[in-house]
Every structure is written in C-alpha cells, then in structure tokens.
C-alpha cells in the first residue's frame, strides 16, 4: 500500500489532517476542487485509473450524513441485522475482486477523507434518543483500519463513546482486512470501558493472493485478533464472501476451525457470513481485471429483488448450515447472522435470530 498525492479541496480551511499526511508520507499537500480532481484523472486508461485512485488522498467535508442504515435490501422479507454505518472514509486503498468500491472509482477516483467527521456525533445523540442501542462501524465504504495510523479514527471514536457516557449504548465496530491494530489496542487501553470491536474480514487462503491485493494474509489478521482480544476488546467474524463451490467446503469448515481454536470464544461479538455476491456489472470488471480470478466461474443467478448475482439458494444454505454447525462446536449459542438473505434462508440454515441490542 503506497500513498502517492496528498489533494486538499480547494474550499477546504482546516487543513490539519491533509497536513499531518503529508508529513507522514514525505509529500506535499496540493490544492485542487473535486471537480478539477475528476477532470485530471478520470480520463485515465483503466490499468492507470485504478492504481491512482487507491493511491491517492482526498481531503474535503462531507455534505451529508455521516450516519446511515446499511444497505440490506428493503422489503421483500430479507431479514436485515439492524447495523449501521458510518462514512467517515470513502475508498480503499486495498483492492479485491469482489469489492463493490470499483464501480465508485468510475465516479471518485480517490480515497476522499472528510475532515468534519466530530457532526456525527450530533447524529448519533439523535439515534440514541429514539434507540436503546446502536451496533455500528465505519467499514462499509473503506476498510476501517487501513489508515488508522494515519487517521486514529479508533481513538477519536472510543473518545466520543466515553465523552457522551455511551459505553453501554454503542457497539462500534472496525472491520478490516489488515493487521494494523496497534492504534485500536492503544484506544481499548486508555478507553476500557468502550464497546470497540475488532471486525475480521476473513476468507480461506487461497483467494488472499490471487482477490485480496495488498491485505494482510489470513495468519496476520488472526494474530492480530489475538492481540486485541488480549487488550481486552471484542472480535466479529465475517465469512463474507463465502465462494461457494463443493471442493471449497472443507477449506471453509477448516477456517472456522481454524478462527475459533486461536480465539477466546467468549470474546466474539458477533459471527456474520455471506455468499459471493454481485452486479452483472460488476462481474464484467471482474473479469477484465482479474481475469485469473476462480470467482469469475462461479456459476450464478439474478435475483428479482435486488437483481444481483448470487450461487443458488441450496447451496448457499449447505454451506451456511455446514458453517454454522462448525461453529457451534466452539460456542454453543453462537452470535451469528446472514447477511442480505431473506427468512427462508435462515430457515434452511438452521439459524436463529439473534438479539443486537443487547
């Protein structure tokens, strides 16, 4: 992973954190408006595109909220988890197969980083005035760690927690699929009382070389994991996407195996999965930038809901059932969900709706 430009927006007047990267990265800081950004970069060929967009920073407010409802379809008896997101980070610098983030590219070629993230904090006291308990992380639109040693977004938010005497009304989750916790440890430890959970974005091994550019390799993650739980924070698991083909069931039984013998079972916070799914667009630039990818020859099919591609509902059901009984092995009741499936499926998986808040 290589930061290349560090670009302020030209509007932008508090240039602490465009700054503070800069020095970081041994780079300047240039000035530029979105639109003059776009223009200089969008005209790129797509083998240039790419790379510039996940080496680059963009530092600008945000419009809108930053507090968001995720993205589960809704409506037609899909069972959502009640999660939330908030988007203080747009863009990633890793780059996988499977990641929606490269249909923005086309759009935002750049990691853009909003400065005014303290408005959430306004956001979240209106949440929590009509909700008892908000499970929430930032890693929807940017993997949560990534910049963290840049951005100590793991200690701005714990701080937040503590601050409005939320420890017992948030669950504020960081899902990555680096290893880079040192930051998230240290907030734990001056914040102990904040629910901050490590979310491990986990797969078996052999898709980390050839889909998951530049992420930290399974073994790295769940050292990692190890180490939080020792500081005494929480870990989710998220078998997402699951590639779910018969020779790959037994790979993906051994990783749940695997998580569970190396962590605390009592220390889980949550175990979510889900099945390879996607866009037909997205499938072609799949295939037009990883044309080696095994995901590709996933043989798939069209939802009228949501009109993406997904494996057919029986197997994805043999797997998340074969998972979840993996998985109960190590803890009886576990925390577990399935992620944008409707309520037939967590039938056929034997899957109980599990209580969020607490």
Known sequence: MTIRRIVADSSLSDLTLANEAAARYDLPVERRTKE???????????????????????????????????????????????????????????????????????????????????????????????????RVGTGEMADSLALDALLDESRFFAAMIVRNG???????????????????IAAKEQYPAADLVLGLSVNIDRFHATDERHTAPMADRIAAAIRFQRAGGRVALHFDPMVMRDEFLDDYRALAD??????????????????????????????RRWPASELTLCEMFPTADDHKLRILAPIRARFYRAIAETIRKHISEPPLYICMEKDFMWECAGITPFRWDR
């Open 258 to 287: 695997r998580l569970l013998t190396a962590l605390e079972p009592q220390k889980i916070a949550w175990i979510s999965m889900g099945g390879l799914r996607h866009s037909l667009s997205l499938s072609a630039l799949m295939r």
């Open 36 to 134: 003059e950004l776009l223009a200089e970069l969008l005209p790129l060929p797509p083998e240039e595109l790419f790379p510039a967009a996940k080496a680059t920073l963009f530092f600008t407010e945000k419009k809108g909220p930053f507090l968001t409802s995720c993205r589960c379809p809704s409506g037609a008896d899909y069972r959502c988890c009640g999660y939330h997101t908030i988007q203080s980070v747009s863009g990633c610098p890793f780059d996988c197969s499977y990641c929606i983030l490269q249909h923005l590219i086309g759009n935002n070629p750049f990691i853009s980083i909003f400065v005014n993230r303290e408005s959430v904090e306004t956001e979240i006291r209106k949440h929590l005035e009509s909700h008892r308990h908000l």
């Open 166 to 184: 939320w420890e017992d009304r948030i669950s504020f989750e960081f899902k990555t699929k680096s290893a880079v916790v040192d930051n998230l």
